[in-house]
């Protein structure tokens, strides 16, 4: 088992950065995914992880040791590939067989006819058959081992490509957009699997996707990542609900986020829309500010006033348990998005009038630059209160 600890690992192609100098701490048996969109430096990473790529800066350790310049071989770690790279003209035994035959054989031993005839090749060949059998039996792929990879469905390669990487029991797991190329049923299937597998070996898995779901539903933690760079890494709920950054507010959630601009006016107020909201702390007046409004931190009230935006309603989509609401409000850009019980809301037409309230502690603020602002942080304020007294 092992942490590990990137730091400050910067990477260039050419005169091209793509990582622009990432640090973090993964906890010994921690499930930490990378999240971000498609070119943002995610397989990179995981890939200097691994050793398959050498990083321009910066270091890494997997436990106690630096590994920077250690061969993948000696790494410790395994890793899935999105595309699973399983050799077509090997069978499922042989594919799992390969990272143990490396490691456990030598290049004489791995000669096709005479290696069999060296001594010791019987006794290691049948040992790493059966360390093959009893994770291929772990992962219900044992009655597999015979066929080749152009004979199994996506999923059963999927679990190939996974046993492959356990069967020499890495310290470290690293999982590439593992479930990428299988269809929308089965990838929610194999979502519980890797989790479940991960609680069983209790190794640290580095988990990369662009997909928040994904992220969401089997992380310890999750990293944001943008253009090479770490927004924010705390635990799912935390990312959603108390984002760090408009940028992480708007890349998690489902419809998006709504993003107001507004203009700060005294006595904490917010003006936006047509309407003005409260808002915490002292902004000074004028100053540009985005209110930040998940789709559920709407209800919906009988008038408009403070704290309330009102719209006409542009279109209704029914999910079953709720309802999203398009709703046009003057004075923004795009439609405003709510998502409210079914069972609450009454019957909603297109072109009628609608009032939105939102409860002030749902209200997230962001700076003009982006930057989340939290005037009543207790920590902030505990901060402040220090300050005043060492003067
Ligand atoms: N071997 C390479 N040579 C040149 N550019 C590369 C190479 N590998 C990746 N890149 C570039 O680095 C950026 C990040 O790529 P990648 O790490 O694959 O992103 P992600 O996995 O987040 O989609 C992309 O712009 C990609 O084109
Ligand atoms: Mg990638």
Not at 211 to 220: F, G, I, L, N, P
Request: glycine letters at 10%; hydrophobic letters at 40%; one cysteine or more.
């Amino acid at each position: 088992m092992a942490a590990i600890t990137i730091e400050k690992i910067e990477k260039s192609f050419g005169a091209t950065p793509v990582l622009g100098g990432v640090s973090l701490e993964i906890a010994d048996g921690e499930f930490l995914t990378l999240l971000g969109p498609s070119g943002c430096g995610k397989s990179t990473l995981l890939r200097i992880l691994a050793g398959l790529e050498v990083q321009t800066g910066g270091s890494i350790a997997i436990g106690e040791r630096v590994v920077d310049g250690v061969r993948p071989k000696r790494r410790d770690v395994a890793m899935v590939f999105q595309s699973y790279a399983l050799y077509p003209h090997m069978t499922v035994q042989e594919n799992m067989a390969v990272p143990l035959r490396m490691r456990r054989l030598s290049a004489w031993q791995r000669l096709p006819l005479i290696g069999r005839l060296l001594p010791g090749t019987k006794a290691v060949v049948a040992d790493i058959e059966k360390d093959v059998m009893r994770t291929a039996k772990a992962l219900g792929i044992g009655h597999l081992l015979g066929r080749k990879p152009g004979q199994l469905s996506g999923g059963q390669r999927q679990r190939v490509a996974v046993g492959r990487a356990m069967v020499r029991q890495p310290a470290v797991f690293l999982m590439d957009e593992p479930l990428s190329n299988l269809d929308a049923k089965l990838r929610v299937q194999m979502r519980a699997e890797i989790k479940e597998l991960h609680n069983r070996l209790g190794v640290t898995f580095v988990y990369v996707t662009h997909d928040q779901s994904e992220a969401m539903t089997m992380s310890d933690r999750v990293a944001v990542m943008l253009d090479g760079e770490l927004l924010q890494v705390a635990a799912p709920q935390e990312i959603y609900a108390d984002p760090d950054d408009r940028r992480v507010a708007e890349f998690i959630g489902s419809p998006k986020i709504n993003m107001l601009e507004a203009r700060a006016r005294d006595g904490g107020l917010a003006e936006t829309a047509g309407t003005s909201f409260s808002v915490p702390g002292n902004v000074a007046s004028g100053t540009g500010l985005a209110l930040g409004i998940r789709p559920e931190a709407f209800h919906l009230v009988e008038a408009g006033g403070h704290n309330i935006l009102t719209g006409a309603v542009r279109m209704v989509e029914h999910m079953g348990s709720d309802l999203y609401v398009h709703l046009d409000v003057p004075g923004t850009d795009n439609p405003v998005i709510a998502r409210l019980l079914a069972e609450r809301a009454p019957q909603i037409s297109s072109g009628q009038t609608l009032h939105l309230g939102v409860k002030p502690e749902r209200l997230l603020l962001f700076a003009a630059d982006g930057r989340r602002l939290r005037p009543h942080d207790p920590a902030s304020a505990t901060v402040l209160r220090m300050k005043e007294r060492s003067q």
